[in-house]
């Protein structure tokens, strides 16, 4: 199965999204966010080394160029928008991460939000 059909790759962006919220990629918040995406349970059935590396990939483009790699990233997200299931999952597994530090502020919610855009979904189903 080719990685990009798996569908994986979309709470990976959304978890690199969400880690750069603010613009600026604290490595204690890259390392929490790698921990929290490689002990989820749906990810683990991808082979790790596809996830670190779309993980690197998002976040790169994310460090070289903030707007433009969440533009990229963003649209990495909206090839679930077909799938409601997948979609409203790739949102849930943003929130968890946006929340992983125990304070989902008013940037990740921004994130999230705009994943939500990106996907058709109603921001409001999410309490964002």
Same mark, same amino acid.
């Given at each position: 199965m080719r990685y990009e059909?798996?569908?994986?790759v979309r709470p990976v962006?959304?978890?690199v999204d969400n880690a750069a919220a603010d613009g600026k990629i604290d490595p204690s918040e +890259?390392?929490?966010?790698?921990?929290? @995406?490689?002990?989820?349970?749906?990810?683990?059935?991808?082979p790790a080394e596809d996830l670190q590396r779309?993980?690197?990939d998002n976040l790169n483009k994310l460090t070289a160029d903030f707007d433009f790699g969440k533009v990229?990233?963003?649209?990495?997200?909206?090839?679930t928008k077909k799938k409601p299931a997948?979609? +409203?999952?790739?949102?849930?597994?943003? @929130?968890?991460?946006g929340g992983a530090d125990g304070d989902f502020d008013a940037t990740e919610r921004a994130v999230?939000?705009?994943?939500c855009f990106a996907l058709g979904?109603?921001?409001?189903?999410?309490?964002?």
């Amino acid at each position: 199965m080719r990685y990009e059909a798996c569908g994986c790759v979309r709470p990976v962006a959304v978890g690199v999204d969400n880690a750069a919220a603010d613009g600026k990629i604290d490595p204690s918040e +890259r390392q929490r966010v790698a921990q929290l @995406i490689f002990s989820n349970e749906v990810l683990q059935n991808f082979p790790a080394e596809d996830l670190q590396r779309r993980f690197d990939d998002n976040l790169n483009k994310l460090t070289a160029d903030f707007d433009f790699g969440k533009v990229s990233v963003l649209q990495e997200i909206a090839k679930t928008k077909k799938k409601p299931a997948e979609a +409203r999952a790739v949102i849930q597994i943003g @929130i968890v991460i946006g929340g992983a530090d125990g304070d989902f502020d008013a940037t990740e919610r921004a994130v999230v939000r705009d994943a939500c855009f990106a996907l058709g979904l109603p921001p409001h189903e999410f309490d964002l």
